[in-house]
Structures are given as structure tokens and as C-alpha cells.
């Protein structure tokens, strides 16, 4: 008997087997036991999930000697015509290679005669997106108004190319990728069926590299059986088709998180030697590096991870936080969009290498902000020295724990903020306030209780003292911000860079960040990134914030003359300007009644 490959001889042959479109099934399946068959179908979905499959299904329930029923035979003539493809009432036609407007008119011509043994005449046009404009426009009417024995399946990979006119005209089902997991059972399946021995973890390496796609995964089987000698195992895999392999990247990632350079760019070393390409292994390394920060998150399920978390390197997973792993993945994905342009890929990944050693010593904007707001408070009096930094103890990484514990500060940036606060504490004890009772920063602001002050002026209320201290204190956090955010977001955009630092100092009125402008020319530049702002500024403050941008306009008061102040007190001279007259003399008034 002839070989057959694994995805021609797993093809579903009815409804029940069409894995992973349970809804396209279902809903076939009901319109054809209730006898509601349209004249036309779409089937759009990603590449080998089952389209052509369920449209050579749809011809046998439709021509089944049984039927019409959801359930075919497999038996009768009909469907074993159909399932070799010699049918002639089942017409398939490859959109690709038959594009013109001169097929579709051959088509025309056909449908006016009725099927030759069967109940319907069904055409089967694979990728129909193909088609030409002109082959869609002769194809409207016909699909719109066939005869009754005439059934059209159109079959795409790129719903978009087909016009709205056909997709009007047909009833759509959307198909879908498979899960991993479902993958994986198929493999199990078609191994069992072969004899072939295969593990746990070669089977979801498989799945995960067909992407979701059965038939993919069926000829990726196939490729490997023909190598694996009965029994097929990850390490196999991965010395067959050229792959990194877990344990390599394990001792690569191993050695950057302990900070060993010299360790990790030898592990780099041993994998290029094998022949990886750069290429794959920063892709590899990617999905390792992504792997351990959902591993981070809480994450354990195996067919989300790629692989068991027990075979990612432990030590590497205690050592990196969260926040190492998000910049190491970043960094890695900006590695690979440039390996194109660089003068040698091996060049970029040692250097990448390096910057993954020196991850323990990067500190988060939102970490250093919340550490300056502590210090500044420090230094107010208003709490006490951290006890990290009051001892000056190097940080080291501790095992994951189940409680979130707040992030510690790097061993240099720990002791650059011990020497700052000692400074500042020097400085407050050898300052003195004049007067009979030394005042301390960290000491109130006494209240004043009677009506009215010693020098004539207000009282300050409680709630001003309030207001006035939590101000200064804020003053700080507002220049970090405004410092921050201009630095982070002006690397990918001068010009809001530029309209930032022309804002006038921000404050904080409770959870609002107002960015007062001198102009509305400046503001209107800021404004299309108010979310942006936003969220970097929450982020470095640690509490939800809303940006609210103001244009302060100084309006000038108007100059007052020695004349106009003249003229309030003079009502005759108001009148001569309102009324553009002159004052006469006063022997003149005497002379005009005499002339008169």
C-alpha cells in the first residue's frame, strides 16, 4: 500500500472529527437537518484549520444517499466519489490559477445543466480572493439567483480581498487556529496510530511550532518521524534541526543573572559554534526570556509557556525580578528588528549578552522617584531613615515569595543615598533658629489661637498649614516628574519634548497634574499626548493622576497717565474728550450773547 502522508490520512471525514471549529459544525449541522440550505457559502480563516475540509463534508451531507444529513455515510458512492475527488456533481477549482473572467463565464454555462447522479451540484472555489475583479462581477448573478441543485463554497485565507457584493451573498462561518493543547492531542493521536513513540515535551514543541494550524503540525510530524527512528525526543529535535535547546539557554541566562559576563558570552560562544544562526537564537532567547516573566507573573501552564516550567533554569528565575525581565525582553526584541542593518549579527548579540549582566543594577523611574520622595521626606523631618539605607547594606536577591515585598535599591545608588541623607542630617543638626526656643523642621508649626496676630496680620488656620506644608513637600516630586517624563517621552518625540520644557513649573492639585503654558501654541502641541503624560507620570508618582493642561495669560493692566487720573476728578474735561469740544475762556461766553 503507498505511503500516505499524515495530513491526507487525518483529514476529517464528517462533522464530529473537524477539531477546533465547534461552532462552524454545529451550525452546519442544524441547517442541514432542518433543510435550510443556502445557495452560497464563505469559509475565511488562517491556513490549514480545516475550510476545504469542511467543504468537502458540506458536499456529502448534501449528497449523501442518506440524506441530506448532517451525518454522512462515508459508504455510499457518493461519498466515497467525494472523498477521492472524483465526483462529478463536486467541481473543485483553484481560485489561483483560474482568475479570469473566461472560467467564471465556463461556470455560467455549467450550472444551467443539472447534477449527474446526486442531489446538488456543488462548486468548491479555493482561495477566491484570487479572482479578478472582473471574474467577481460575471460571478454576482449567478451566486444570487442560481438554480435550485446549485450550492457555491468559497473558501479564502484573506477575507478583506473579497468584495462586499459576494460576501453579501453568502452566508460567512470564520474559522480558527487550534488551541496547543488540541494540537498536542492530535499528535498523541497520529503517533499512537503509527507506531511511533514520542514525548510530552517533543510533541508540544511540535504543536507550538505549527502555530496553530493542523496540517502544519501534521507535516512537521512527518518530517520529524522520518529522522526519529520510532522514538522521537526533544533533545532530537534539537540537534536535527539545528536548535538552541533549553539547557544552553538555561546556562546563558544562568550566568547573565549572576553577573558574570566572561560565563555568559562563553554559553553564547558554545551555542554559535553549533551551527545556531543569530537569527534563531535571539529568537529563541526571546521566547525564553517571555517565558520567565509569565513564569514571574504566576504563570505555570505549559501550553502557554512553550515547555514544563521545571525545564527553565531555576537560579536565573530567582535572580531576575519582573521588571529585569521586561527590559530584557524589550531589549531583545529591539535586537532583533536590527540585526539586518548591523555590520555583524555576532557583533550585537555579545553586546546584548553584556547588557543582560549588568540587569541587577537597572533601576525602575518609578522606583527612583518613590525613593527621592522618601529621602526628601527624610530630610523635612517628617520620617525616618529606611533601614536599608540607614545601614548601608548591599542588596541581594532573595528567593521569589509568595508576598509582594517592596523593591530594594542597587548596592551603588543604596550608598550615593546614605552619604545624601547623612549630609542632610549634619546639616540640620548644625543649623540654629534665632530666638528663645529652637524650632525643629520636623517639629509643627505652632497654631495661633486668638483672633489676630502680634503685627496686625491673619492668623493661619490649621487647614492653611496643611495646605502650605504638603505644597513644599510636593515641590520635589513635581520637578522629578516633570524632569522624568520629559526624558522618557522626548526620546521618541522632539517636538513634544520641546513643548514640555517650555511648560511653566507643574503642581499637584490632590489627583491632579496641572501643566500651566505661557501659550496656547505650546499647549496645543502637549495636548494630543495628555494619555501619555498621564500614565508615565502615574506610574513615576505611584497613584493615578490626571493631566489637566492650562494656558496662564498674563493680561497686562493698563497704564494710567498723570492726565486720565487728572480727568476722574475734572467732569469738564471728560466732557471736552467725549464730545471733542474746548473749553472757552470765560469772558467768551459774554461775547457770543452780544453778538447773538
Known amino acids: 500500500m503507498p505511503y500516505e502522508i499524515t495530513a491526507t490520512r487525518k483529514r476529517p471525514q464528517n462533522f464530529e472529527e473537524l477539531r477546533g471549529q465547534e461552532f462552524v459544525s454545529a451550525t452546519l449541522a442544524a441547517s442541514i437537518a432542518s433543510g435550510r440550505i443556502a445557495h452560497a457559502y464563505l469559509f475565511s480563516g488562517p491556513r490549514g484549520c480545516g475550510k476545504t475540509s469542511a467543504a468537502r463534508i458540506l458536499a456529502k451531507s448534501l449528497n449523501c444517499e442518506e440524506g441530506p444529513t448532517a451525518k454522512p455515510c462515508g459508504k455510499c458512492r457518493s461519498c466515497l466519489e467525494i472523498a477521492r475527488g472524483s465526483s462529478l456533481d463536486v467541481i473543485e477549482i483553484d481560485g489561483a490559477s483560474n482568475t479570469s473572467v473566461d472560467n467564471i463565464r465556463q461556470i455560467k454555462d455549467e450550472v444551467l445543466f443539472p447534477p449527474n447522479g446526486g442531489r446538488y451540484k456543488v462548486y468548491i472555489i479555493d482561495e477566491v480572493h484570487m479572482l479578478s475583479n472582473s471574474a467577481f462581477n460575471a460571478l454576482l448573478k449567478t451566486i444570487e439567483e442560481p438554480p435550485p441543485y446549485i450550492v457555491f463554497i468559497f473558501a479564502t485565507t484573506e477575507l478583506h480581498k473579497v468584495p462586499a457584493t459576494i460576501k453579501s451573498r453568502c452566508q460567512q462561518f470564520a474559522f480558527h487556529f487550534l488551541a496547543i493543547d488540541a494540537l498536542k492531542a492530535l499528535l498523541s493521536e497520529a503517533a499512537a496510530e503509527t507506531g511511533v513513540e514520542a514525548e510530552e515535551e517533543a510533541l508540544l514543541w511540535i504543536a507550538k511550532e505549527a502555530g496553530g494550524s493542523p496540517r502544519d503540525a501534521y507535516t512537521l510530524f512527518d518530517q520529524v518521524v522520518s529522522f526519529a527512528e520510532g522514538r522521537v525526543t526533544a533533545a532530537l529535535i534539537q540537534d536535527k534541526l539545528g536548535l538552541t535547546g533549553l539547557d544552553a539557554l538555561g546556562s546563558m541566562f544562568r550566568a547573565a543573572a549572576a553577573g558574570e559576563p566572561g560565563a555568559a558570552l562563553t554559553a553564547l560562544d558554545g551555542i554559535l559554534v553549533r551551527g545556531v544562526s543569530p537569527e534563531q537564537l535571539v529568537s529563541e532567547a526571546t521566547e525564553y526570556c517571555r517565558a520567565m516573566l509569565l513564569i514571574k507573573c504566576g504563570i505555570e501552564k505549559s501550553a502557554l509557556l512553550g515547555s514544563p516550567v521545571s525545564a527553565y533554569d531555576q537560579e536565573a528565575l530567582s535572580a531576575f525580578t519582573a521588571e529585569s525581565l521586561e527590559r530584557a525582553l524589550a531589549g531583545l526584541l529591539d535586537l532583533y528588528r536590527n540585526l539586518r542593518y548591523t555590520v555583524d549579527p555576532r557583533f550585537e548579540l555579545e553586546l546584548a549578552v553584556a547588557r543582560l549582566c549588568r540587569l541587577a543594577d537597572y533601576v525602575s523611574p518609578a522606583e527612583l522617584a518613590a525613593t527621592v520622595a522618601s529621602l526628601k521626606r527624610v530630610i523635612a523631618g517628617d520620617a525616618a531613615l529606611p533601614p536599608a539605607l540607614a545601614k548601608g547594606e548591599p542588596r541581594r536577591p532573595e528567593a521569589p515569595t509568595a508576598e509582594k515585598k517592596k523593591p530594594e535599591l542597587p548596592p551603588r545608588l543604596s550608598a550615593a543615598f546614605e552619604s545624601l541623607a547623612a549630609t542632610a542630617e549634619q546639616s540640620l543638626a548644625a543649623t540654629e533658629v534665632p530666638g528663645p526656643l529652637p524650632v525643629s523642621l520636623s517639629s509643627p508649626r505652632p497654631l495661633v489661637m486668638n483672633d489676630a496676630s502680634e503685627d496686625g496680620e491673619e492668623p493661619i488656620e490649621p487647614a492653611e498649614q496643611a495646605e502650605q506644608g504638603s505644597s513644599g513637600n510636593q515641590g520635589g516630586l513635581e520637578d522629578t516628574l516633570r524632569a522624568s517624563v520629559i526624558a522618557e517621552l522626548g526620546r521618541s518625540s522632539p517636538v513634544l519634548k520641546t513643548g ?88 467768551a461766553r459774554g461775547e457770543s450773547d452780544e453778538l447773538r
Not at 500614565?535 to 490626571?546: E, F, P, T, W
Not at 494710567?560 to 464730545?579: H, K, L, N
Open 500 to 587: 514640555l520644557a517650555s511648560s511653566l513649573p507643574w503642581r499637584i492639585e490632590l489627583s491632579k497634574l496641572v501643566i500651566p503654558f505661557r501659550s496656547g501654541m505650546d499647549e496645543s502641541v502637549v495636548r494630543p499626548s495628555v494619555a501619555d503624560i498621564a500614565a508615565k507620570a502615574s506610574g513615576l508618582a505611584g497613584r493615578q493622576l490626571k493631566v489637566e493642561l492650562i494656558v496662564e495669560l498674563k493680561k497686562p493692566e493698563p497704564a494710567r497717565s498723570a492726565a486720565a487720573a487728572g480727568e476722574e476728578s475734572d467732569p469738564v474735561a471728560v466732557v471736552e474728550r467725549v464730545f471733542r469740544g474746548k473749553r472757552l475762556p470765560v469772558g
